[in-house]
């Protein structure tokens, strides 16, 4: 796996901290930094995710990707599945996440809470990268809702 990350500040773009990421299989993210007050320069412009951002939104896409395939394969019928992720960042650098909350709706017609628990917890335990990575820092908590589809 590989991805390129480039500058494009140097570019005159409007951003001064904004950056184009290019992954292997061909996909491109835009990334900025938030803006800052004191020293505008050294600032982005809010024009896209933060970086950090982006590894939580990674984070979720592997455990949700992780929990749909998990019920599918245990032949249940899953109509949707979102996951509402929360975090805390260290005070100081490296501003680390310490705590990470991921609250898991999902939506499935006759599909036991203890399927989608055991699903979440088997992404977390031994299936999602992201998250078993980030837990080396952080605390990570799940919680969890199933709807009953129409």
């Known amino acids: 796996m590989e991805c390129t990350v480039t500058w494009t500040g140097a570019a005159g773009t409007r951003s001064g ?9 061909g996909h491109i993210v835009n990334m900025d930094g938030a803006p800052d007050t004191a020293k505008p320069e050294n600032g982005g412009q809010n024009l896209a995710p933060r970086p950090m951002e982006m590894l939580l ?22 109509r949707s599945c979102s996951v509402k992720i929360s975090s805390e960042r260290a005070e100081t650098d490296p501003k680390v996440f310490t705590k990470i909350n991921m609250h898991f709706t999902v939506t499935a017609k006759g599909v036991p809470a203890s399927a989608v628990e055991r699903a979440i917890a088997m992404s977390h335990d031994k299936y999602c ?3 078993i990575m980030l837990g080396k820092t952080a605390e990570i908590t799940t919680s969890f809702e199933v709807l009953e589809a129409a």
Request: hydrophobic share 40%; net charge neutral; aromatic share 6%.
């Open 57 to 78: 939104a990674g984070t979720g896409g592997c455990t949700a990707y992780d929990v749909v395939l998990i019920l599918k394969r245990g032949r249940h019928d899953v």
């Open 129 to 131: 990268s992201a998250s």
């Open 17 to 25: 901290m904004g950056f184009v990421a290019e992954t292997g299989s």
